[in-house]
């Protein structure tokens, strides 16, 4: 089985050249998304945790994978992470529940779990 992170350096790489093509419309989402992630009235790691949850939801492996990662570079602990997933397959049920897997192998990887 693949590394997680190894998977997810192949997602940003090819998305770097994505951005390459179309640097306008990618400006513009790059820009959108990192004000969204600011600190505001919720915090930057709490985000993170919310956005766990819903790439937990709709299945999306580079989203899972980000979003653990970027959750614990914000501070997230591993119990805070199983919380997050947690909400995620009690919204969710068996889809998100099947999804889960990759936090714990990016855990694993990252060296919290």
Not at 33 to 42: I, N
Not at 67 to 94: F, N, R, W, Y
């Amino acid at each position: 089985m693949q590394s997680q992170l190894e998977l997810l350096d192949e997602i940003i790489e090819c998305t770097t050249k994505f951005k390459q093509e179309l640097p306008g419309a990618m400006a513009a989402h790059t820009a959108f998304t990192d004000e969204v992630y600011k600190d505001g009235a919720l915090s930057h790691k709490v985000k993170r945790l919310i956005a766990l949850g819903i790439a937990l939801r709709a299945g999306c492996t580079g989203c899972i994978v980000y979003q653990t990662k970027m959750a614990v570079e914000a501070g997230a602990t591993k119990a805070e992470v199983l919380e997050a997933v947690s909400v995620a397959i009690a919204m969710g049920g068996t889809p998100a529940t099947s999804w889960s897997w990759r936090v714990v192998k990016v855990l694993e990887e990252l060296g919290k779990w």
